[in-house]
């Protein structure tokens, strides 16, 4: 159906009524990119973390000697610079004046002559060693230690206030420390001191603490204080502005994936966890990414999603188990997961140190161009990832979740790349590269075994990229979500505390309804009046996406419509395209059972293009699922 041409000066009156009334409404185009743009974490952090290693038993010889062997192995040279001081580092907080008091039983260097203690003594020598140096804390009063892990050793000592090691009101005075005067690079905040310190709750009682009302529930995101959650953490954020204002810190968020954070982290930190803790077994590993592998519209340079550290070197992913163990590396290098060794590297087998440091993988996981790898083929029991490098290739994943083995066939169509022409793979584990194909291809796999390859072919978009190719490129500042709900496609393994004794784990990370790539916010395949489309961006009406328009491209095209999948199916929306604020192109009413209908806009010279979905006259409040079919930018430089 062919929609009437607005004139120039409708267009400009509608642009002008949307600058006024930009303050108040969500949808006004903000005529720029509104995500901060940080220098740091420009590619997902990667380094060495004591936590998996060690837990608590921490000490300055384990983490000098995990430092000189990501020196001496070449591993720092690959981009394992951060060495992360986690949770046991502190001896209490001094009740005088408020300062930190590091256990230099355990870190000598931090003894110094006037009495306090310091790290700066090992902040500069990881430094001099080439390495930036990591810390941890917790939001609230309190750290995780102290309520899960009260058996292990060095946990805060002395009375209740000084017990209280943790952020919450004494953001200013902490993180002037860490960083002005001590000289980190990173700080990972955890959640647990605004979670499990409730009045009456057996671990206050029986350890003396004073209570902090909880403002997450894991459980629950409607019993969750999203706004002050987020509040908290920005506070951080604002204060790592004043101590450390070249931009070079990383704040790396830790809420489990609760209070809805896979929607806000983007905005406040440079990394944050979309899930629980990892633990060496496959089930939850299958559970953490899967928390992060449809999330691909919301990471990007400077912002990650992060499905926790490696657990490579333990457990199921152990020397004896290296099938599972490169699962895990792949797996977390195609989704830019940050890339954080947790094994006790002074005796770390060869085996281990060549997944860690094949080069090839760390290369795909720290491409510049920060896009996501998305699914390209989605099951239960298999699935094919992909994802758009700078340098014109594409990687792929090749994932074998279950327990037998699986044949897989890989095709043109799923990479956008040409069918007609040849496609050519290079195995990133093995080095070498396959014969050519075109079309498909098949590939046998051992259960639980990953394949990942370095491909390169003709682009079935020979003009342009398709949006949803370079995720890291778009940003969702607005999801159209109502209701946050949990999201039901993440793996649900047993209890990892608890065991069977409960009725099971249930969906719990807010997030479902987000927009996607490839796929509609709810994971159903694109479709819009019984037309499949395999490429495109799902989103809900009510949905703001900013795109910067990195290769000069001079067009946007895209098909849109209200998807098959809606369910809402009542209800009109429309779609329309703006360039740096101003109205570039509009769809008028499309409404369930509409075929779509063609968007196309001049983007000479724009720099932020923005792809706004409008309910018109809502009735209903049910979510009206959206498609951009075949969203594109083209012309311009295309790799």
């Given at each position: 159906m062919r929609l009437p041409r607005l004139t120039l000066s409708a267009l400009a009156l509608l642009a002008a009524s949307t600058a006024v009334h930009a303050a108040s409404d969500p949808l006004a185009p903000a005529g720029r990119w509104t995500l901060p743009d940080r220098p740091a974490a420009r590619t997902p952090p990667m380094g060495w973390s004591s936590w998996n290693a060690f837990r608590t038993d921490v000490?300055?010889?384990?983490?000098?000697?995990?430092?000189?062997?990501?020196?001496?192995?070449?591993?720092?040279?690959?981009?394992?610079?951060?060495?992360?001081?986690?949770?046991?580092?502190?001896?209490?907080?001094?009740?005088?004046?408020?300062?930190?008091?590091?256990?230099?039983?355990?870190?000598?260097?931090?003894?110094?002559?006037?009495?306090?203690?310091?790290?700066?003594?090992?902040?500069?020598?990881?430094?001099?060693?080439?390495?930036?140096?990591?810390?941890?804390?917790?939001?609230?009063?309190?750290?995780?230690?102290?309520?899960?892990?009260?058996?292990?050793?060095?946990?805060?000592?002395?009375?209740?206030?000084?017990?209280?090691?943790?952020?919450?009101?004494?953001?200013?005075?902490?993180?002037?420390?860490?960083?002005?005067?001590?000289?980190?690079?990173?700080?990972?905040?955890?959640?647990?001191?605004?979670?499990?310190y409730a009045a009456g709750a057996p671990v206050v009682v029986q350890n003396g603490y004073r209570a902090l009302p909880p403002l997450i529930d894991q459980a629950s995101i409607n019993r969750t204080d999203v706004s002050q959650v987020r509040s908290l953490y920005a506070d951080v954020a604002a204060a790592l502005r004043r101590y450390a204002p070249d931009g070079d810190a990383i704040l790396s968020l830790c809420t489990w994936g609760s209070a809805d954070v896979r929607r806000w982290g983007k905005e406040i930190g440079h990394l944050w966890r979309t899930s629980q803790d990892i633990t060496p077994n496959w089930t939850r590993m299958l559970h953490n990414f899967d928390s992060a592998s449809t999330r691909a519209l919301y990471a990007k340079p400077g912002a990650w999603n992060d499905p926790d550290m490696l657990f490579i070197g333990h457990g199921d992913f152990d020397a004896r188990h290296l099938t599972e163990a490169r699962s895990h590396f792949a797996l977390w290098a195609i989704i830019n997961a940050p890339l954080f060794i947790g094994f006790d590297l002074r005796g770390a087998p060869k085996s281990l140190m060549e997944i860690w440091g094949n080069a090839d993988i760390v290369r795909v996981n720290q491409d510049p161009g920060g896009h996501q790898g998305v699914i390209a083929y989605a099951s239960d029991d298999v699935q094919a990832i992909v994802k758009t490098l700078s340098n014109g290739h594409k990687a792929v994943v090749l994932f074998n979740r279950g327990l037998a083995p699986a044949t897989m066939e890989l095709t043109a169509a799923q990479m956008k790349l040409a069918a007609d022409a040849p496609i050519t793979l290079r195995d990133l584990w093995t080095g070498k590269t396959l014969p050519a194909f075109t079309g498909e291809t098949r590939f046998d796999l051992a259960p639980r075994e990953t394949r990942i390859f370095e491909v390169s072919g003709t682009r079935r978009l020979r003009d342009g990229m398709y949006l949803s190719e370079v995720p890291g490129d778009v940003n969702v500042a607005v999801d159209g979500i109502t209701a946050s709900e949990p999201d039901p496609v993440v793996h649900r393994m047993m209890g990892q505390w608890s065991g069977t004794r409960d009725t099971g784990e249930r969906p719990v990370y807010a997030g479902w309804g987000g927009a996607q790539a490839d796929a509609t916010p709810y994971d159903q395949t694109l479709q819009v009046?019984?037309?499949?489309?395999?490429?495109?961006?799902?989103?809900?009406?009510?949905?703001?996406?900013?795109?910067?328009?990195?290769?000069?491209?001079?067009?946007?095209?895209?098909?849109?419509?209200?998807?098959?999948?809606?369910?809402?199916?009542?209800?009109?929306?429309?779609?329309?395209?703006?360039?740096?604020?101003?109205?570039?192109?509009?769809?008028?009413?499309?409404?369930?059972?509409?075929?779509?209908?063609?968007?196309?806009?001049?983007?000479?010279?724009?720099?932020?293009?923005?792809?706004?979905?409008?309910?018109?006259?809502?009735?209903?409040?049910?979510?009206?699922?959206?498609?951009?079919?075949?969203?594109?930018?083209?012309?311009?430089t295309v790799r």
């Open positions: 000490d300055e010889a384990k983490v000098l000697g995990a430092a000189q062997t990501l020196v001496d192995s070449g591993l720092a040279r690959l981009g394992y610079r951060y060495v992360n001081v986690d949770d046991g580092w502190w001896l209490k907080r001094r009740t005088g004046d408020g300062r930190l008091l590091i256990r230099t039983a355990i870190f000598p260097s931090a003894s110094v002559p006037d009495g306090d203690s310091s790290f700066r003594p090992f902040t500069d020598r990881l430094h001099a060693m080439g390495l930036k140096a990591g810390l941890y804390s917790d939001i609230g009063r309190n750290a995780c230690s102290q309520a899960y892990d009260l058996q292990s050793p060095n946990l805060p000592e002395g009375t209740t206030m000084e017990r209280e090691v943790g952020l919450y009101g004494h953001v200013d005075q902490d993180i002037a420390l860490f960083f002005r005067d001590w000289g980190f690079d990173y700080l990972k905040v955890d959640a647990c001191g605004i979670n499990v009046a019984g037309r499949a489309f395999d490429t495109g961006l799902g989103v809900l009406a009510g949905s703001r996406l900013e795109v910067r328009n990195t290769r000069g491209a001079t067009r946007f095209e895209a098909l849109v419509g209200v998807d098959d999948s809606t369910r809402n199916t009542r209800d009109a929306t429309e779609f329309f395209v703006y360039g740096d604020g101003r109205l570039l192109a509009r769809s008028g009413a499309r409404r369930f059972g509409d075929v779509v209908t063609s968007l196309s806009a001049d983007v000479h010279d724009v720099k932020v293009i923005e792809l706004v979905t409008r309910a018109v006259r809502r009735a209903s409040d049910l979510p009206i699922v959206t498609t951009w079919a075949e969203a594109a930018l083209r012309g311009g």
